[in-house]
């Protein structure tokens, strides 16, 4: 099998919870990025309860899935309330953002990776 030393460079394979550093963003949320290749990335953001993000968007596929807590979620001009294992799809480009309704924890895959979190 041939390597592809980009993508190899990019690749973090095994992730320990108490290895990934914690970033303290906005408004009571905590991002962890895990494990990630260059198709593929997955982040743990812990809510603190009334945090929510702006809205925004990115080109990279966003699935979150609720580890725990309760958030809203709005995507695609519609806005729903989600809680401890449900997930969401939020599409290339497309505006979206969530409110922690209940403290809790999403963990959220990207693809392609988000390069601008590395």
């Known amino acids: 099998m041939k390597s592809n030393a980009k993508a190899d460079a990019m690749t973090k394979h095994f992730t320990r919870h108490e290895d990934a550093r914690p970033e303290v963003m906005n408004n009571g949320i905590t991002k962890r990025i895990l ?3 260059e198709s593929l990335m997955v982040e743990e953001l812990v809510f603190e309860e009334g ?3 702006n809205v925004h968007s990115h080109t990279p596929v ?4 609720v580890k725990s807590g309760v958030f809203a ?3 695609g001009g519609e806005t729903f309330v989600l809680q401890e294992g449900d997930t969401a799809y ?4 497309e505006p979206h953002c969530v409110k922690c309704l209940e403290a809790g ?3 959220v895959a990207f693809s392609p990776v988000r390069e601008d979190y590395l």
């Not at 966003?62 to 899935?65: C, E, F, H």
């Not at 939020?90 to 480009?93: G, L, S, T």
């Open 51 to 53: 945090a929510q993000s």
């Open 62 to 65: 966003q699935i979150p899935y």
């Open 73 to 75: 979620f709005t995507a």
């Open 105 to 107: 924890t999403l963990v």
């Open 35 to 37: 494990s990630y290749d």
């Open 90 to 93: 939020m599409a290339p480009d």
